[in-house]
């Protein structure tokens, strides 16, 4: 059987052109998040598949890359279910690892937590573009805070890390789980199939108001009660406008707190932000994680379609693992969509001191190579990124590759 040179499908090999521009993004991440007072932790790539598969995780918990028991506890002759096969599996996001860690460790941690953690992740998805099995994913939350305080905050440092990148514009979309149910409940659905209504409303910008209230109508919704539930979304605006106009249209169906804290949200961060982008209410976003419990918020770049981060508040979950509330709230970047949007504009990372090649001819003496290591580390030593090589035949080729990986400066040393 021949070797296969190829990765696994959904996986990549990553070039050294790639690997330089994840380097500084994950540089700038600790950096950035840091200054925000986020700390640094990591979880096994590895969970317990009970963890995995406790219904927190949605859709993905159909696609977990699952492990069969090892040595003495797999036994294939006698299995009968997949409980006796499985007991692990690969993580498919960072949050439900995260819930497990404070769960185990909250004694030992400050209240609230702001916990930083990057790692890879795994889900046996449909490889598209920008889209793999195994992928880096960023998360920063915090937990054991109940206020909106923490969506602030997760807002505020996410725009100023995406802003570093120099985007030319990006848009942060807001919304509210607890507005979606009051929405969905004025209107007259009943509280058992909202999930399915929501599953329909997120198609809202792919099928339009036409094609929501179609697939409504196909589920076995009154026409009556879609009508009044799309009237609200032809009424409402982008703005704060927005956020004023359902707290009056659903007055006593939805909590005014839960509305002044999304005026309170979207004014705060209006009023502070230091990145050049847009923050909207947007009565669509739905998210698809069951999880989340309060405002939900998804940021996309101009020119791209799809988003490339998320996040929201699920305060139900940790509890899950304590038997104790814990309120939580989390904001994921999608790292893979930003280096790739980065690659395909050519972004040059700021501020480097510079990269030179020390190019040789065949064959020098051992004085001439103590000279030319020794000027080699006298530069390193200054910040500067230097390579010795020797010079090839078609030295020309040599130094336009040189040039294409960004040497901007190259000494040649010859044997006289």
Same mark, same amino acid.
């Given at each position: 059987?021949?070797?296969?040179?190829?990765?696994?499908?959904?996986?990549?090999?990553?070039?050294?052109?790639?690997?330089?521009?994840?380097?500084?993004?994950?540089?700038?991440?600790?950096?950035?998040?840091?200054?925000?007072?986020?700390?640094?932790?990591?979880?096994?790539?590895?969970?317990?598949?009970?963890? !995995?598969?406790?219904?927190?995780?949605?859709?993905?918990?159909?696609?977990?890359?699952?492990?069969?028991?090892?040595?003495?506890?797999?036994?294939?002759?006698? #299995?009968?279910?997949?409980?006796?096969?499985?007991?692990?599996?690969?993580?498919?996001?960072?949050?439900?690892?995260?819930?497990?860690?404070?769960?185990?460790?909250?004694?030992?941690?400050?209240?609230?937590?702001? #916990?930083?953690?990057?790692?890879?992740?795994?889900?046996?998805?449909?490889?598209?573009?920008?889209?793999?099995?195994?992928?880096?994913?960023?998360?920063?939350? &915090?937990?054991?805070?109940?206020?909106? !305080?923490?969506?602030?905050?997760?807002? !505020?440092?996410?725009?100023?890390?995406?802003?570093?990148?120099?985007?030319?514009?990006?848009?942060?979309?807001?919304?509210?789980?607890?507005?979606?149910?009051?929405? #969905?409940?004025?209107?007259?659905?009943?509280?058992?199939?909202?999930?399915?209504?929501?599953?329909?409303?997120?198609?809202?910008?792919?099928?339009?108001?036409?094609?929501?209230?179609?697939?409504?109508?196909?589920?076995?919704?009154?026409?009556?009660?879609?009508?009044?539930?799309?009237?609200?979304?032809?009424?409402?605006?982008?703005?704060?406008?927005?956020?004023?106009?359902?707290?009056?249209?659903?007055?006593?169906?939805?909590?005014?707190?839960?509305?002044?804290?999304?005026?309170?949200?979207?004014?705060?961060?209006?009023?502070?932000?230091?990145?050049?982008?847009?923050?909207?209410?947007?009565?669509?976003?739905?998210?698809?994680?069951?999880?989340?419990?309060?405002?939900?918020?998804?940021?996309? &770049?101009?020119?791209?379609?799809?988003?490339?981060?998320?996040?929201?508040?699920?305060?139900?979950?940790?509890?899950?693992?304590?038997?104790?509330?814990?309120? #939580?709230?989390?904001?994921?970047?999608?790292?893979?969509?930003?280096?790739?949007?980065?690659?395909?504009?050519?972004?040059?990372?700021?501020?480097?001191?510079?990269?030179?090649?020390?190019?040789?001819?065949?064959?020098?003496?051992?004085?001439?190579?103590?000279?030319?290591?020794?000027?080699?580390?006298?530069?390193?030593?200054?910040?500067?990124?230097?390579?010795?090589?020797?010079?090839?035949?078609?030295?020309?080729?040599?130094?336009?590759?040189?040039?294409?990986?960004?040497?901007?400066?190259?000494?040649?040393?010859?044997?006289?």
């Amino acid at each position: 059987m021949s070797l296969k040179k190829k990765p696994v499908t959904g996986m990549k090999d990553i070039s050294p052109r790639e690997m330089e521009i994840r380097d500084y993004v994950i540089q700038l991440i600790k950096e950035t998040y840091g200054a925000f007072g986020f700390s640094s932790i990591e979880t096994p790539c590895v969970e317990h598949i009970e963890n !995995l598969s406790s219904k927190q995780g949605g859709e993905n918990e159909k696609l977990i890359f699952k492990i069969l028991k090892r040595g003495e506890k797999l036994k294939l002759d006698t #299995a009968e279910t997949e409980g006796d096969l499985v007991d692990s599996g690969l993580r498919y996001d960072l949050t439900v690892p995260l819930s497990r860690y404070y769960a185990n460790n909250a004694n030992d941690l400050p209240s609230p937590f702001k #916990a930083l953690q990057m790692g890879n992740v795994w889900r046996a998805d449909r490889p598209q573009r920008g889209r793999f099995r195994q992928f880096m994913q960023c998360d920063i939350d &915090i937990l054991g805070e109940p206020t909106i !305080l923490a969506e602030i905050e997760l807002i !505020l440092a996410t725009s100023t890390l995406v802003g570093k990148l120099d985007f030319e514009g990006f848009t942060i979309r807001i919304n509210d789980r607890k507005i979606l149910k009051a929405m #969905a409940k004025y209107s007259g659905f009943p509280e058992e199939s909202y999930d399915l209504v929501f599953i329909i409303l997120d198609k809202m910008d792919k099928i339009g108001m036409e094609g929501v209230a179609a697939e409504l109508e196909k589920e076995g919704f009154g026409k009556e009660c879609v009508d009044r539930y799309l009237e609200l979304f032809e009424g409402v605006t982008n703005n704060l406008a927005g956020v004023r106009y359902l707290k009056e249209k659903l007055a006593g169906v939805l909590d005014e707190k839960t509305a002044e804290d999304m005026e309170t949200i979207i004014e705060s961060v209006e009023a502070v932000k230091t990145a050049d982008f847009k923050i909207v209410f947007d009565p669509t976003l739905v998210r698809g994680m069951s999880y989340y419990t309060g405002p939900i918020f998804e940021i996309s &770049i101009d020119g791209f379609g799809g988003s490339v981060g998320g996040g929201g508040r699920y305060d139900e979950m940790i509890g899950k693992f304590t038997g104790n509330q814990t309120c #939580a709230c989390g904001f994921s970047i999608g790292f893979e969509r930003i280096v790739m949007l980065l690659l395909e504009k050519d972004y040059q990372i700021p501020a480097k001191k510079g990269k030179t090649a020390f190019l040789m001819e065949k064959n020098m003496p051992k004085e001439g190579l103590l000279k030319i290591f020794k000027e080699a580390e006298a530069e390193r030593s200054q910040g500067k990124q230097v390579t010795v090589a020797v010079m090839k035949k078609n030295k020309k080729f040599q130094k336009e590759q040189l040039t294409a990986e960004g040497y901007t400066e190259i000494k040649e040393y010859f044997n006289r």
